[in-house]
């Protein structure tokens, strides 16, 4: 059980003390704050794991990436009722060269528990919870 996030793919520039503190990349995904930050009192630079389900670009599902194991670095804008999920920069070394574009590819995850302080939680371990962002 996990929390199951649909959401494109988007590149959102991020400050360079950011960047290099957490290692995290302008790119992301988005998911609702009431299943992440606010559900789990999360804050920025926690880092949330999963796996990818499925890629769709608009010309072809990418199958190759199905199962991969994905890391994000969690950044809690704050205003907003949305969490930005920015892959780690070693996660995105692995994935990019599949042609994952921003603002056209859809991604869909199983983010299966977060990261903070040394500690780790498991995101919704008693049944599926989805978040769908398009």
């Known amino acids: 059980m996990a929390l199951l996030v649909e959401s ?29 930050s606010d559900y789990y009192s999360l804050w920025t630079g926690c880092r949330i794991m999963g796996k990818i389900l499925e890629v769709v670009d608009p010309s072809a599902r990418i199958e190759e990436l199905r199962g991969a194991s994905v890391h994000f670095v969690l950044i809690v804008p704050p205003l907003g009722s949305i969490d930005r999920l920015h892959f780690s920069e070693e996660c995105w070394k692995e994935v990019r060269d599949y042609g994952l574009i921003p603002d056209e590819t859809e991604i869909k995850v199983e983010l299966i528990e977060a990261e903070m302080d040394g500690d780790v939680v498991s995101l919704f371990p008693k049944r599926d919870v989805v978040d769908v962002h398009r």
Not at 13 to 23: G, H, V
Not at 29 to 35: D, G, L, R, T, Y
Request: aromatic share 18%.
């Open 8 to 36: 494109k793919i988007y590149y959102e520039s991020l400050p360079a003390d950011i960047k290099e503190m957490y290692s995290a990349t302008g790119f992301c995904i988005e998911v609702s704050k009431k299943f992440l």
